[in-house]
């Protein structure tokens, strides 16, 4: 039987500033392949609920406060509410959302949550466990990594934000619901 041995101060040869960055050393590679990796290890168990990924995100919008517009779900997931509509639409038609239209403005779509779109929060629970199997990581250590993460995007949009080169939507404040 041949052992593997692992030298454990191992450290990375020195980058040639002229050349290009390998990819596994750019942090945008590492956390695109990390959120490729846990969507993957989602479908299976959203695939059961009948859901995609994004569909999953706006319930998640949702379950922190019911009956936004479609326009503060675009805004809390740093996206376009066109992106957001055909989204709810199909939340919508699989029966976990209502869409009404303003009264006050036409505009405006607000999005409620149906008891199959409460309910189904209880049985998304399973995705939190599947990552934390999967990714051999504790709660504390996962929640951690995804406090520096956030740190890190707040820091590139408040920049962006500054430089005025920002995406649709990112220079609002975290978390608001204009």
């Not at 406090?147 to 609002?172: K, P, Y």
Request: net charge neutral; proline share 4%.
């Amino acid at each position: 039987m041949t052992k593997l041995l692992i030298r454990m101060d191992f450290q990375e040869p020195p980058m040639d500033m002229n050349g290009p960055i390998p990819l596994d050393r750019q942090l945008c590679f590492s956390l695109y392949g990390t959120s490729m990796a846990i969507t993957r290890a989602y479908k299976p168990l959203l695939d059961d609920l009948g859901l995609t990924y994004p569909q999953y995100l706006v319930l998640n919008v949702l379950w922190e406060e019911d009956g936004q517009t479609v326009s503060a779900i675009a805004s809390r997931l740093a996206l376009e509410s066109s992106t957001i509509t055909p989204l709810v639409k199909r939340l919508e038609h699989a029966g976990f959302v209502e869409r009404q239209r303003s009264a006050a403005d036409e505009r405006q779509v607000h999005v409620r949550l149906t008891k199959s779109g409460r309910d189904v929060r209880t049985k998304s629970g399973c995705l939190v466990e599947r990552l934390l199997q999967r990714s051999g990581m504790t709660r504390e250590e996962l929640a951690a990594l995804n406090q520096q993460v956030q740190r890190l995007r707040n820091a590139l949009v408040t920049s962006s934000c500054a430089s005025q080169t920002n995406f649709a939507g990112d220079c609002e404040e975290p978390g608001s619901n204009s």
